[in-house]
């Protein structure tokens, strides 16, 4: 490939910090924002999604799962400056969360990388967190959002998974098991990832509500994958998603019970004293 999408490094604005960029005809921003892009063998799809991306974002990162096709080569060509981090193991979360640990923007925006997601959107995600949130939530099923790519059994399942959680954490998500979002770094630290399968972005929506982060949901619309097969099985990952919103559950009930049991302890102590 020879087109690059990007002017090189030297004929860029280094756009240093506090000094606002214009990401929109109303909107400037000083936080340096990050892009993750996890990928494996993805380099037929790359070129549409670094297209879609837009030229005031600070980074991207780009995670090789250990690619065995040009991925890296293509992102390399396309955005000159990527930072190409090789994932440790294996999975989604751990390709996540290898590239957010390498991610050094304040802001950080996760993307797919087989062409389902418009990077054009990423304006109104990080809208939403300089105007207050912590977490942008992408959403298929919000007014203005949609998708061309779930089947009607994925579309029961999701929303049945997301029911679950609406119940049992108090959220309000319209959409659960979706891979487009955004939030600043802080998040990082009151979440704690530690999965490595697609269930980690249902583990992300479930602890950012668990921590009492603000969630905002974005319309987002998921295109259908341009080229390749998708590892995601619905079944197997759907077992995946409800083990996780179980095991979160359980944790919740544990921690409420060593706090009341604290508690009951210091009134104790209190009275006696």
Partial sequence: MSSVLRPPVADRDPSPAGKYRPISSHLAITPPVSVVIPAMNEAENLPYVFKTLPDWIHEVVLVDGNSTDDTVEVARELWPEVKVVRQRGRGKGDALITGFEAATGDIIVMVDADGSADGQEIVSYVSALVSGADFAK???????????????IRKLGNWALCTAVNRKFGA?????????????????????????????ETLMNIRVVK??????EIPSHEYLRIHGTSNLRAVRDGLRVLKVILKERSNRRALRSRRNHSQVISSVRGEAS
């Fill in 172 to 200: 309000r998500y319209t959409d659960l098991c979706y891979g487009y979002n955004a939030f600043w770094r802080h998040c990082l630290d009151k979440i704690d990832l530690d999965c490595t399968g697609f269930e980690v």
């Fill in 211 to 216: 921590a009492g982060l603000k969630v905002q």
């Fill in 138 to 152: 992408g959403s298929r099923f919000a007014n203005g959002g949609g998708t061309d790519d779930m089947t009607p």
